[in-house]
């Protein structure tokens, strides 16, 4: 069954593209070079540190752009087969419309 799938257009899922994870990994790369150009300045008299800004800046980037990635590539809809059959993955609603169907004098299970 999991040959058979199709790829997704990427426009039409735009979850899955890497335009976010980047611009969000830029985001905090940035703010981790700011916060630290700014940090190890060191007061008026000392000049800016750019070189620990930028070390801080790409390791920043470089893991913030790894972690994101990698939850965007690992996230995964369930296919609809999934849900139908008699064993765990079935859906609980329609267990409980099957029962009140076969057992319309008894209670509900749920106490409604």
């Known amino acids: 069954m999991v040959g058979n799938v199709e790829p997704q257009d990427p426009k039409q ?3 899955a593209s890497i335009k976010f994870p980047l611009s969000f990994s830029a985001a905090l790369g ?3 070079g700011l916060v630290t150009l700014v940090v190890t300045a060191g007061g008026t008299e000392n000049g800016l540190r750019w070189d620990l800004a930028g070390i801080a800046f790409g390791i920043a980037f470089i893991a913030t752009l790894l972690i ?3 939850l965007v590539m ?3 809809e369930n296919d609809a087969y999934l849900s139908e059959g ?3 993955n079935r859906k609980s609603a ?3 419309a099957h029962l009140k169907r076969a ?3 008894e209670k509900d299970p749920r106490g409604e």
């Open 103 to 105: 057992n319309p004098a």
């Open 86 to 88: 008699s064993g765990v």
């Open 30 to 32: 940035a703010v981790a």
């Open 13 to 15: 899922n735009p979850g």
């Open 68 to 70: 994101a990635s990698l």
């Open 94 to 96: 329609d267990r409980l």
């Open 74 to 76: 690992g996230h995964k």
